[in-house]
Nanobody
Framework: QVQLVESGGGSAQPGGSLRLSCAAS??????GGWYRQTPGNQREWVAS???????NYADSVKGRFTISKDNAKNTVYLQMNSLKPEDTAVYYC??????????WGQGLQVTVSS
């Protein structure tokens, strides 16, 4: 089975930066995405990247977050800049393959506070 390892989370101050990584054990990553969830709320889509490298972002993170993908490393990244307290959430990565079902990470806590 495919394993996803999420890393790079933790705490940051408002205006700071964090870089999240999602490394998959299976090659040929087709596309990826990042989602986040806070207690009592639905999981929210944050960003996605297609196989061709096209990116899309939720309005709440446009201009601040950047999603990218390294095919050689089977890894999807989320660079988070200009962090705000409202970015605090558990972040989940999703890796998309053509051959198998999408794979979700276990979640990574990000906390933004003074």
């Amino acid at each position: 089975q495919v394993q996803l390892v999420e890393s790079g989370g933790g705490s940051a101050q408002p205006g700071g930066s964090l870089r999240l990584s999602c490394a998959a054990s299976r090659s040929s990553v087709y596309a990826g995405g990042w989602y986040r969830q806070t207690p009592g709320n639905q999981r929210e889509w944050v960003a996605s990247i297609t196989t061709g490298g096209y990116t899309n972002y939720a309005d709440s993170v446009k201009g601040r977050f950047t999603i990218s993908k390294d095919n050689a490393k089977n890894t999807v990244y989320l660079q988070m800049n200009s962090l705000k307290p409202e970015d605090t959430a558990v972040y989940y990565c999703k890796v998309v393959y053509l051959e198998i079902a999408d794979i979700w990470g276990q979640g990574l806590q990000v906390t933004v506070s003074s």
